[in-house]
């Protein structure tokens, strides 16, 4: 078994109530099943969208303000057999019916 | 956690309502970013981390926290609510201020307050309806236009100009001021009635959104039986008249999902506790000497949940009903379900007389139900085929489908039998 991040990026940003209510509501019940199915390392966190960007030379600008479609919206740390069977979990992440993605990335390991 | 159906909707209003009342009216715009702003964080957070305990208190206290960021960066761009003037400018007195103004105690008046003030001079019956939904019961601009056909952006339009009328009324309204409460309650009642009636005989086909429009009505008339001014008989009536109403509504579909007619329902499909609480609340309403319309639909509609059946129903206190409604509120729809309640109680050509006697019919010609009480009462005594045109009428006049479908067939059984009857 490996570890993998998920990060989730882009999705929904409904102004409706109820549709609100419904996004978080399948959200819930998909880290439901994640859980039961053993394959959660560590849930993560969800991120604010904005933040600060230092970069080389010590100076700091308010960002990173990516397009929307672009925003990390949170982190999952999962594990699977390997990476493909670590996609296949992704596909089932509801961010894919708000039109955003998950990037799954293996975490480097320090075995010998 | 499980959360209860709509339960953002119904929190979106009650903290909407609470920062108006904080920033004041003409800043209704900041109070629902403010707003907008906590359930985007409660979504985030909640999808991943789960629910906190009382997600209720979460929401306001996030509110609160982001209201007074709001207000600490925008006291010097903007003023806010004239009530709290200088309380809101010292930092000794803001935090402890929103404390008590977002607490428990204070939301329900908030409610009531931004309710009447939806209900205001200047704004169209149409548009008092629409500021409620959207601000009281948390629907949005897409949801508002399904209930009411419209399209989005016509309703976008009559939202805009609605909230800058209710912006520019600059204070919210003040329920202690007993005058202008009753002055108001007329109207606010209306609206409420007219938001009831829009999911009760409305337009949209979409039968969860119409249950939506009386579930939210009969919310907020009891928010208002339970107003010390608010509580009179009119209110009690209203929210008998909903109740006793919405007791029927799940048997208006048979078992396909098509209308059914009156007679035909499930009568043990229909709500017992909303009909008890709805008999409760007429008793309440009928122990003052006013008698409003409210009275007089409360009355009626209690005739038919009472009787066991069509038959069983005791159609001469409807007809008499119906007479002191018109008594007090003469209109041709009125008179249109009167002629029908003749019908039963005497025979269809009496109810046939009745309906030709309506002389103020042009709100009637463009109306469904019109042509089909005539089909219905045509069809009764074997005249299928003045019942089949009727129903043909109709149908063309249907506002959706589930409507045209319920008069195509009436209008098909019709004229099977005028075939039948010429072989």
Known sequence: MSDFLFIYRGGDASTSREQMQKTMEVWMAWFKELGASGCIKEIGNPLEADGKVV???????????????DVIGGYTMISAPDLAAAAEIAKGCPILEAGGCVEVRPILQMSM | MEFSDHFFRRESGRIVAALIKVFGVQNLDLAEDVTQDAFCRALELWKMRGVPPNPSAWLMATAKNRAIDVLRRERTARTFSPEYGKMLQSEWTLATLLDVQLGPEAIQDDQLRVMFSCCGRGLSEDAQCALILHILCGFSVGEIARAYLASNSALEKRLARAKKVLAHSHVLFDLAN??????RLPSVQRALYLLFNEGYHGTSAERSVRADLCDEAIRLCKMLTEHVLGATPSTFALASLMHLNAARLPGRLDADGNLAPLAKQDRSLWSEPLAREGAELLERALAGPEITTYHFEALIAFEHTKARSAQDTNWKAIVALYDGLLNIHPSPIIELNRAIAIAEAHDPVQGLVAIRAIRDTDRLLNYPFY???IGDLMERQHSFFEAAENFKTASALARNAQEREFLMA??????????????
């Open chain 1, 55 to 69: 970069i080389s030379n010590k100076s700091v600008t308010d960002g990173p303000y990516a397009e929307t479609k």
């Open chain 2, 410 to 423: 009436r209008f098909k059984g019709c004229l099977n039998r005028v075939s039948v009857g010429t072989i």
């Open chain 2, 178 to 183: 007993d005058i202008e409460f009753s002055n």
């Open chain 2, 371 to 373: 042509y089909a009480a």
